[in-house]
């Protein structure tokens, strides 16, 4: 069979591999699968978006420096063009679309996205996760320039510099700790006066010089132009404001997986994030994958987003291949 098999109502193709989301793990699947002449079909979603915008959580970055082969770092935008030309290279197509229903109870499965209708023998899920933002003005324009979701890729930026990091969860402590090896003081901004996160975190914390906590307190402003130039502070109790002079503010409050698409066919775990079965991307439905941040709570890296994508292509290969396609 051809990966477009005329469908069996006459009118939409059959293909072989739909890939849901364009981050690093869906433009992944789509080279491996690209490659393996299957002919792939990217929902890459919609670029006025901030939660599924084509390329993923990238776009919203400047400089990566850990992506393995740029040791000079690269632009997180440029990077995920790059992994998006390679794919089209190989004969990936993508339908800059967001993926709005999907019918995984019949076979071929279904994608519905923008006006069209697909069908899809195998269907790859990399919709990402996105942070939870605070939701205050000039947040989202200053990520990238001062503000930042993700300590382990832009702590470095934060050498010898003040900085704050909101949240009272073990995020907020992990990404604190690990930005203490950077900057010259962490203030933790959390509203209440007693932390969600565990005793364990908690005790490295309070023994940590370099960490100041501020309870009570609330991110009421954000300031800055071009760059971040400091916060206002709003005390929860007493409703006092203050201002804290501060070059980062590392927003850790959680993130949200994007899986609510997928709500009536997919297992999710309790905090939302698809199940795959152990060592592999096969989800709860044979023919359905799952790659990157939707099923990752744990790592959530660019690096291993992709070696997901990697994985889940081959899956699906090997899947079709075992049913004879
Ligand atoms: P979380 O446990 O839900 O904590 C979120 C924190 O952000 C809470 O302290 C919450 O305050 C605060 N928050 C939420 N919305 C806010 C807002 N609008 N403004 C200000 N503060 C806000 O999320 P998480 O820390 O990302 O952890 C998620 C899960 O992953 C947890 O189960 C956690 O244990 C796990 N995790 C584990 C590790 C580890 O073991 N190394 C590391 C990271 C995450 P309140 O407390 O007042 O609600």
Request: net charge negative.
């Amino acid at each position: 069979m051809t990966s477009a098999d005329p469908g069996s109502d006459g009118a939409a193709p059959v293909r072989d591999v739909i890939i849901i989301g364009s981050g690093p793990a869906g433009l992944t699947a789509a080279i491996y699968t690209a490659r393996a002449r299957l002919a792939p079909l990217v929902i890459e979603g919609e670029p006025s978006s901030t939660s599924d915008q084509p390329g993923g959580q990238l776009m919203l970055t400047t400089e990566v420096e850990n992506y393995p082969g740029f040791p000079d770092g690269v632009m997180g935008p440029e990077l995920m063009m790059s992994f998006r030309v390679q794919a089209e290279r190989f004969g990936a197509e993508f339908q800059t679309a967001k993926a709005t229903r999907v019918n995984f109870d019949e076979r071929p499965f279904v994608v519905w996205a923008g006006d069209e209708r697909h069908l899809g023998r195998t269907v790859i899920v990399s919709t990402g996760a996105q942070s939870l933002l605070l939701g205050l003005p000039n947040e989202e324009r200053l990520i990238g320039h001062g503000v930042s979701t993700c300590a382990t890729c832009d702590g470095f930026f934060f050498r010898g510099q003040e900085i704050a990091v909101v949240g009272g969860g073990d995020s907020a402590l992990e990404e604190a700790l690990f930005l203490t090896r950077f900057a010259s003081k962490v203030h933790v901004v959390h509203r209440r006066h007693e932390l969600r996160a565990s005793k364990i975190m908690q005790d490295r914390a309070f023994a940590n010089d370099g960490i100041e906590f501020l309870w009570n307190c609330r991110v009421s402003e954000i300031h800055g132009d071009e760059r971040l130039e400091g916060l206002t502070l709003t005390d929860t109790v007493t409703g006092e404001r203050s201002a804290l002079d501060v070059t980062g503010l590392f927003v850790a409050i959680g993130h949200r997986p994007n899986t609510e698409l997928f709500a009536d066919w997919l297992d999710r775990k309790p905090n939302g994030y698809l199940v795959t079965q152990a060592d592999s991307t096969r989800t709860n439905i044979a023919g359905v994958f799952a790659c990157g941040d939707v099923q990752d709570d744990c790592y959530r890296q660019a690096v291993t987003a992709a070696g997901s994508g990697c994985q889940a292509a081959i899956d699906a290969e090997r899947w079709l291949e075992a049913h004879g396609h």
